[in-house]
């Protein structure tokens, strides 16, 4: 009698496991953007777009302040500088605690950092420079220009790992990455972020943090990146995405479907450990 107890209670166990635990392979093996919460903000304009957007910075950085004393944010070059303008001006400028700012950058070409072409100096130009001194300056990590591309690179990533040491940086329980409170990320008109390319290799890194490309497809082509893993664990991510030529690539991105030529893009890959949120203006969101 409990020999036959035991053995019912033994197979209703592995009747259970035998349905759960493919269901959590099904988990792992989804697509991480089904994971993260989306969110889609469609603006009439780019303006609007920036409205939205400084706004929602200004509130991540007073909520992370006020729960840990710091800020983290990543940022993109291109376009996305121009629409952070609205940070800089009233009523954000003088109310943001910039001092308490960690800024970073996704992806940099690696050029000197006064080279127009460099994202470090784009920040500087659009950004940085126009922030209320006093109070000081957020803390600034810019790549070490003076580097050929795989060692700035893997300075980059050795200076990301000082800083999850000293516990500046939190660590994500689920990948080990540095967790940034916020990432900020462009999109390109092939599908690519940071300088993930569609045909590049540098997109299926698993294990660096930070990685190299000496042929972007974009120039300049040399250029170091974080990988997916380091932009995948970010607490928040925002895709700040505008102008006509995005249309087709922001279809594919959230109307489902695979890119040009059958692969996949980029874009399709980003996902927050907390939520994503697309800005997207009218002409971005026109093939939706
Ligand atoms: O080369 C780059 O391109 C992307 C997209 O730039 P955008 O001007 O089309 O918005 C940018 O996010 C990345 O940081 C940059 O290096």
């Known amino acids: 009698m409990a020999a036959n107890i035991f053995f019912a209670f033994r197979r209703a166990i592995f009747t259970i496991a035998k349905l759960i635990l493919p269901l959590g392979g099904l988990y792992m093996l989804m697509p991480s953007k089904s994971r993260a919460k989306t969110n889609i903000l469609k603006f009439k304009s780019e ?4 409205a939205a957007l400084a706004k929602y910075v200004a509130d991540l950085s007073v909520k992370n302040i006020k729960e840990k004393g710091s800020f983290s944010v990543v940022l993109s070059g291109g376009s996305l500088i121009h629409t952070l303008r609205k940070l800089v001006e009233d009523p954000y400028k003088n109310d943001v605690e910039w001092s308490k700012w960690l800024i970073f950058w996704v992806d940099e070409r690696v050029v000197p950092l006064d080279d127009p072409e460099s994202n470090f100096k784009q920040a500087m130009d659009g950004l940085i420079s126009k922030l209320p001194v006093p109070p000081p300056p957020p803390n600034i990590y810019a790549i070490n220009d003076k580097k050929s591309p795989k060692d700035a690179a893997e300075d980059y990533e050795a200076r990301l790992k000082n800083l999850v040491q000293t516990k500046t940086i939190p660590v994500s329980k689920a990948s080990g990455c540095p967790k940034f409170d916020l990432m900020l990320l462009g999109m390109g008109p092939d599908g690519h972020v940071a300088s993930l390319f569609p045909s590049r290799p540098q997109r299926k890194e698993k294990k660096k943090w930070v990685t190299f490309i000496t042929d972007s497809p974009k120039p300049p082509p040399p250029r170091i990146t974080f990988t997916f893993p380091v932009i995948n664990s970010a607490s ?51 093939k939706l």
Not at 258 to 268: K, Q
């Open 47 to 50: 303006d609007q777009v920036a």
């Open 236 to 286: 928040e991510i925002a895709m700040v995405v505008t102008g006509p030529e995005v249309a087709d690539a922001v279809k594919v991105a959230l109307g489902g479907g695979r890119g040009w030529g059958g692969s996949t893009l980029p874009c399709t890959e980003v996902s927050a450990e907390g939520e994503l949120t697309w800005f997207l203006d009218k002409d971005a969101a026109s």
